[in-house]
């Protein structure tokens, strides 16, 4: 049985776009996605504890829908106030940009999640999957690149992906099919990353999916398999939303197999972690990983709203001695659908399953099989 609110666990969520918003525009595009994860696990965690997410200023026009849950700052001194605001709350969860995240967890001490140094080596492309590799997980053959006259592009079979190191999400993920579309695109993914750095992966042809795991005291307590919805639009990869989860029963046991050699080569890890696969012959290959909350979480939820205790018996340090597979606790399936549209409005508009800025739509729903 869980104390009373006022005596208990106060947890803030810290989603950097919604929080910076105003002060730090080129993650705008991303607010839709960013606030919709924030806001619903917000709104869970509510029901144990108290939670608040970190809202900039300039979207107080959202109050009335949020403020039992709601925790406003001047983003304009964000850096500058994000220990102390931090300081009040118990834990803190982080969902961030690559670059963002890694300044975050050096400024905060009472993040629940990866610590730093998996922060740092998972955020980076290229980093991540030597980490992976070295305890036997199957990845795509990746090159790092910082200078396209020192890449020989002869070493990976075409097509080819090409992206930048620590950006967010799809962004700035390019495909090559020949000599000049790599030359071309490796020049815009290295423009785009902050450092200047980028990696070119052999594409893995099969399905586009994720997994959404949750470890703990050296166990996975939860994972999810999700499908993503990608589209390619002048070669470059755009996500598009979910369909969750993936019911494969030789799928499942292949992922759990994976998690697991994860966890026993990085036993000390702990918190949310999602990994970006292909699924070829019923077998995943990892080609990104997220040492954070990712947008599956938002349909995941809907399904299984008990994940929210999850969350809170881990950061409590509870053990957990269940492995649950979301698709073992549901007969439902979700769809998280992503659109863009030609439209005028730059408030942010949301509900539980619809989240929408400038044209940018995120709409979940739940289905029976």
Same mark, same amino acid.
């Given at each position: ?7 208990d ?8 776009? =919604?929080a ?15 606030f919709?994860?924030?806001? =619903?696990? $917000? ?7 108290t ?10 026009y959202?109050?009335?829908?949020? #403020? ?20 009040r709350?118990?834990?803190?969860? +982080? ?21 730093? /140094? ?8 290229f ?8 305890c036997g ?8 690149i ?6 020989? @592009?002869?070493?990976?079979e075409?097509p080819i +992906? ?13 495909? #090559? ?9 490796s020049?815009?993914?290295?423009n785009?990353?902050? @450092?200047?750095? #980028? ?13 959404? $795991?949750? *470890? ?5 307590? *939860? ?13 470059? @990869? ?16 292949? +992922? ?5 050699? *994860? ?22 290959i990892?080609v /990104?990983?997220?040492p954070?909350? =990712?947008?599956?979480?938002? #349909?995941? $939820? ?8 999850? *969350? ?5 340090g509870?053990?957990?001695? =269940?492995?649950?597979?979301l ?7 979700a ?6 549209? /030609?439209?005028?409005n ?5 509900d ?8 940018? /739509? ?8």
């Amino acid at each position: 049985m869980y104390r009373s609110k006022a005596t208990d666990l106060k947890i803030l969520i810290i989603e950097y776009v =919604t929080a910076s918003f105003g002060c730090n525009n080129c993650y705008s595009d991303l607010l839709s996605e960013g606030f919709s994860m924030a806001y =619903t696990l $917000a709104k869970l965690l509510k029901n144990y504890v108290t939670s608040h997410i970190l809202i900039s200023q300039s979207l107080g026009y959202v109050y009335r829908e949020i #403020a039992d849950i709601a925790c406003y700052i001047n983003c304009r001194d964000f850096m500058n106030s994000i220990a102390d605001i931090a300081s009040r709350y118990d834990k803190v969860i +982080v969902i961030a940009p690559p670059m963002e995240l890694i300044e975050l967890a050096k400024i905060l001490k009472n993040i629940w999640g990866p610590g730093i /140094e998996y922060i740092k080596s998972f955020s980076d492309k290229f980093y991540s999957i030597y980490a992976l590799e070295k305890c036997g997980i199957e990845v795509p053959k990746t090159i790092e690149i910082r200078d396209i006259r020192d890449v020989d @592009f002869s070493l990976l079979e075409y097509p080819i +992906v090409i992206k930048p190191c620590m950006q967010a999400g799809s962004t700035c993920v390019y495909i #090559a099919r020949g000599y000049s579309e790599a030359i071309e695109n490796s020049v815009k993914a290295l423009n785009c990353d902050p @450092f200047h750095r #980028a990696v070119i992966q052999q594409y893995v042809k099969g399905i586009h999916g994720s997994i959404s $795991a949750i *470890f703990k005291n050296k166990k996975i307590v *939860f994972y999810s398999i999700n499908r993503q919805i990608i589209t390619l639009e002048n070669n470059m @990869f755009r996500y598009k939303g979910n369909v969750l989860p993936i019911r494969d029963a030789k799928i499942i046991k292949n +992922v759990y197999k994976l998690l697991t050699q *994860f966890i026993e080569c990085y036993p000390d890890l702990e918190g949310y972690i999602g990994f970006d696969i292909v699924i070829e012959n019923e077998k995943p290959i990892v080609v /990104e990983v997220n040492p954070r909350i =990712t947008t599956p979480f938002i #349909a995941i $939820a809907k399904l299984y709203p008990e994940i929210g205790k999850i *969350f809170i018996d881990a950061i409590r340090g509870i053990d957990i001695d =269940t492995q649950i597979y979301l698709g073992d606790v549901t007969s439902e399936s979700a769809l998280i659908a992503i659109q863009e549209k /030609e439209i005028k409005n730059d408030n942010l508009v949301f509900d539980d399953t619809f989240f929408s800025y400038k044209g940018k /739509e995120i709409k979940i729903a739940s289905f029976k099989r």
